[in-house]
């Protein structure tokens, strides 16, 4: 992202969220804040409609992190981390009683969804903290003091970070035992039918003029033996075929499906 501004990203993928209220009314994520907090009016959500496998796929990761928010809650979590926060808006809409968010963002992105806060009459909770955080110059590590297992929720943000600046993060999420995480990768285009990969491709290059390129892929064998050598255990990742089982009724999408997955592991010792 370039100095000084929000991410754009932040605010494409804020636009998917809230398109996807207006054009399957919240089907798969209901998130009745999501178009208030973005500001823009119907008719510009709805030209983002031809644009379906991303949208959906942006609801059905949030779907599912909050689903295994909840069931961490259930657990005992009390902490949620929101890393890469953009214009989530979990921490305003909060159902659990006792439950604290970190929002981590950097502080360009975060000024700028602070202002669209005030804007749309969005008020900030007590059980709310922001931390300003440029995953890869500072140690989050520094920065973040939970006081018990946490839940951390890392939508939209790895296919942007270096190696380097992922495996640092990770370390961050593994430091305690009974953390867990969910976030989502891509797999590289290279391994996609012509098709998909040249939609793919004029993706990542409209996301690399805007300053944020894809910078990290990741093959399921691969991520799922990084995390094991990490202490993560209970590793449940759903690629293509198991979104769209899981959260479309489409039974039908061979397993081997290559695409962007989405994916929780705890670190061992609950």
Not at 203 to 232: C, K, N
Request: charged fraction near 25%.
């Amino acid at each position: 992202m370039k100095s000084g501004e929000p991410s754009r990203t932040a605010m494409s993928a804020a636009r998917y969220r809230a398109a996807h209220q207006v054009v399957e009314n919240g089907k798969i994520f209901n998130d009745h804040l999501a178009v208030r907090i973005l500001g823009l009016p119907e008719e510009q959500l709805l030209a983002d409609a031809p644009r379906r496998a991303m949208r959906v796929f942006i609801a059905a990761r949030h779907r599912f992190a909050e689903d295994a928010l909840a069931a961490a809650v259930a657990r005992g979590v009390r902490h949620l981390v929101v890393l890469g926060a953009g214009l989530d808006t979990f921490a305003y809409r909060n159902p659990h009683p006792g439950l604290r968010v970190t929002e981590v963002d950097h502080p360009d992105t975060q000024a700028w969804k602070r202002a669209r806060l005030g804007e749309s009459g969005i008020e900030a909770p007590s059980s709310l903290t922001y931390l300003g955080v440029d995953f890869e110059r500072e140690a989050l590590a520094d920065r973040l003091e939970p006081d018990g297992p946490a839940f951390f929720m890392w939508l939209g943000v790895v296919p942007y970070l270096t190696i380097e600046g992922f495996s640092t993060t990770l370390r961050v999420v593994a430091s305690r035992p009974g953390n867990e995480v969910v976030f989502d990768y891509a797999q590289a285009p290279s391994l996609m039918e012509a098709s998909r990969r040249e939609a793919l491709e004029a993706r990542a290059a409209r996301v690399a003029e805007l300053g944020e390129p894809w910078l990290t892929y990741f093959e399921p064998d691969e991520i799922a033996a990084q995390l094991a050598g990490s202490g993560f255990t209970e590793i449940e990742d759903l690629g293509p075929s198991q979104l769209a089982a899981t959260f479309f009724d489409r039974p039908d999408v061979p397993v081997d499906t290559p695409g962007g997955h989405v994916l929780r592991a705890v670190i061992s010792g609950r």
